[in-house]
């Protein structure tokens, strides 16, 4: 049976997990979009930095939000003198660092599902009088939906696992930014705290498997169902 700690510590992942995908969300959606249907100078760069995060180490990333993002840095120090928000040492903080480190993974899978959208049926919604963004939200929107419901699982299970960012970043407070990866290592830190560390590796890993294989459903599906419009 978990404690009441470790269900709050669960309850944090879950809550950061969940804002961090959903802010997400809508960047990488457009991200993605851009990176596949437009051609432009800097095209390639951009691609390099979206994706940076999946080769960069994690305190890496993490020190650079410290960089932008601190009290400090160019957009944390206007946060806080302008609204008072401060995302160091808060879960805020650790949604944003999840954010990042998700957002490569679900720019790929949706930016394969865009892929596979056939340019021939969104030319024919033009041919019939459509505009480019109502082809869009009755052409290429709707096709890729399976496709931004795997990325949104993808990025929801990376969040989920997010440890080297977010300690450099939000740190590791109790109550406040300390999630599933956090916990679990410090109580490996703890003598004789080895059934709390497994407990919480056991919730992990069914809460993980749980949002990878459901992501895997959709792309099957997704995969099914171009085939089937292709």
Request: net charge positive; hydrophobic share 60%.
């Given at each position: ?45 951009l ?24 009290r400090?840095?160019?957009v944390?120090?206007w ?8 995302l ?11 954010a990042?480190?998700?957002?490569p ?6 930016r ?18 459509a ?10 929107l ?30 590791n407070?109790?109550?406040q ?17 080895e ?36």
């Open positions: 049976m978990l404690s009441e700690a470790e269900w709050a510590v669960i309850a944090l992942s879950l809550r950061v997990s969940l804002v961090a995908m959903l802010v997400t969300l809508p960047l990488a959606y457009a991200l993605a979009y851009l990176l596949v249907r437009r051609r432009f100078p800097g095209r390639v760069l691609d390099a930095a979206v994706h940076l995060p999946l080769v960069l180490p994690p305190v890496v990333t993490g020190w650079l939000l410290l960089i932008v993002f601190g400090n840095g160019a944390g120090g946060l806080y003198e302008t609204f008072g928000v401060a160091v040492f808060h879960w805020s903080g650790a949604a944003l660092a999840a990042v480190m998700a957002l993974l679900m720019v790929r899978a949706m394969l599902s865009i892929e596979a959208v056939d340019r021939r049926l969104v030319g024919a919604a033009r041919t019939l009088g505009t480019r963004w109502q082809a869009f939200c009755t052409v290429t709707p096709l890729t939906v399976p496709g931004i419901a795997a990325g949104a699982m993808l990025g929801f299970a990376r969040s989920l696992g997010e440890f080297g960012a977010t300690i450099t970043f939000a740190a407070i109790e109550g930014t300390r999630t599933l990866p956090l916990a679990i290592y410090s109580g490996l830190q703890v003598p004789g705290n059934d709390a560390v497994a407990r919480l590796a056991v919730m992990s890993i069914i809460l993980s498997m749980g949002a990878l294989v459901l992501s895997e459903w959709l792309v099957r599906r997704a995969q099914g169902k171009d085939a089937h419009v292709l």
